[in-house]
């Protein structure tokens, strides 16, 4: 259900806030829909189909999701108005710094070393870390692997070895020097084809709830940069054709955070060792 909403709000995508217009009508009247901002009761239906007459790829299994809401939308007049920056600030976050609500102000902040950081996130980097994999079948089909057996297999299948990018701790590691470790979950999606790298245990039910299978723990991370040193962020995308799909910081990131890209961005999966 998650996913099926968050596919309705790509339509955001395909609307034109300046100029009040719809780029692909589809999408964009669905989010319309959905944003509208006299809507107080929203109820949605998710079933799971054989077949889906008109959708891309009908005769294959797929979800079918309805919504309704209580105000029916004006498809001619902006969803909501955005008040100015900083206007409705909570007490916690009530500095207003580069037009957002923060804690403290963005510009006046310097940032220590990363060992620095990495000392008082959890620890200093752990010993024995293995080399991390990234591959690749399609931009959007990415795999991740610590084998090199593995990654030659993948390759033999018509996959992408864009080789090591980074390290992650191996199992059994001495958690002694970083306290924050966790491990990282691999799940496959069987009906996006894609497969999931998560450190959220929480998130790990919820996905295999889904229907996610799990397929065992690729190593150690921790959550964000600069815990335990860690320096390179594994970015996670959204998009409803393709499911998850989840980047090293490159240009396959500042591409899928193109308005037009069609992609979510879920944030950071996990962060790793250079």
Same mark, same amino acid.
């Given at each position: 259900?998650?996913?099926?909403?968050?596919?309705?709000?790509?339509?955001?995508?395909?609307?034109?806030?300046?100029?009040?217009?719809?780029?692909?009508?589809?999408?964009?009247?669905?989010?319309?829909?959905?944003?509208?901002?006299?809507?107080?009761?929203?109820?949605?239906?998710?079933?799971?189909?054989?077949?889906?007459?008109?959708?891309?790829?009908?005769?294959?299994?797929?979800?079918?999701?309805?919504?309704?809401?209580?105000?029916?939308?004006?498809?001619?007049?902006?969803?909501?108005?955005?008040?100015?920056?900083?206007?409705?600030?909570?007490?916690?976050?009530?500095?207003?710094?580069?037009?957002?609500?923060?804690?403290?102000?963005?510009?006046?902040?310097?940032?220590?070393?990363?060992?620095?950081?990495?000392?008082?996130?959890?620890?200093?980097?752990?010993?024995?870390?293995?080399?991390?994999?990234?591959?690749?079948?399609?931009?959007?089909?990415?795999?991740?692997?610590?084998?090199?057996?593995?990654?030659?297999?993948?390759?033999?299948?018509?996959?992408?070895?864009?080789?090591?990018?980074?390290?992650?701790?191996?199992?059994?590691?001495?958690?002694?020097?970083?306290?924050?470790?966790?491990?990282?979950?691999?799940?496959?999606?069987?009906?996006?084809?894609?497969?999931?790298?998560?450190?959220?245990?929480? /998130?790990?039910?919820?996905?295999?709830?889904? #229907? %996610?299978? +799990?397929? !065992? $723990?690729?190593?150690?991370?921790? &959550?964000?940069?600069?815990?335990?040193?860690?320096?390179?962020?594994?970015?996670?995308?959204?998009?409803?054709?393709?499911?998850?799909?989840?980047?090293?910081?490159?240009?396959?990131? /500042?591409?899928?955070?193109?308005?037009?890209? #069609? %992609?979510? +961005?879920? !944030? $950071?999966?996990?962060?790793?060792? &250079?």
């Amino acid at each position: 259900m998650e996913e099926f909403i968050e596919d309705i709000y790509t339509g955001v995508n395909a609307y034109d806030y300046v100029q009040t217009t719809c780029l692909d009508a589809v999408p964009c009247q669905s989010f319309l829909s959905f944003a509208w901002f006299e809507n107080t009761k929203i109820g949605c239906a998710l079933a799971t189909c054989q077949a889906v007459q008109g959708a891309p790829m009908a005769a294959r299994q797929q979800y079918f999701g309805v919504c309704a809401y209580d105000r029916k939308a004006d498809l001619t007049a902006r969803p909501y108005v955005a008040p100015p920056s900083c206007q409705f600030c909570p007490n916690d976050a009530s500095i207003c710094s580069n037009n957002l609500c923060c804690p403290y102000d963005l510009n006046a902040m310097t940032c220590p070393s990363v060992g620095g950081v990495g000392a008082g996130s959890g620890g200093s980097p752990p010993d024995g870390l293995i080399d991390l994999y990234y591959i690749s079948r399609t931009p959007s089909k990415i795999a991740y692997a610590t084998n090199a057996t593995e990654v030659q297999e993948l390759i033999t299948i018509g996959a992408v070895s864009h080789g090591i990018i980074g390290k992650v701790a191996a199992a059994g590691n001495d958690a002694s020097k970083c306290g924050v470790l966790k491990p990282i979950y691999h799940l496959y999606s069987p009906h996006f084809r894609c497969n999931y790298y998560i450190v959220d245990e929480y /998130l790990v039910r919820v996905r295999m709830d889904e #229907g %996610y299978e +799990y397929k !065992g $723990i690729l190593g150690y991370a921790v &959550r964000g940069i600069n815990a335990c040193g860690a320096s390179l962020a594994i970015y996670e995308f959204f998009r409803h054709s393709d499911g998850i799909t989840q980047v090293p910081n490159s240009t396959d990131v /500042l591409t899928m955070m193109s308005e037009r890209s #069609g %992609y979510i +961005y879920h !944030g $950071i999966s996990f962060a790793v060792w &250079r």
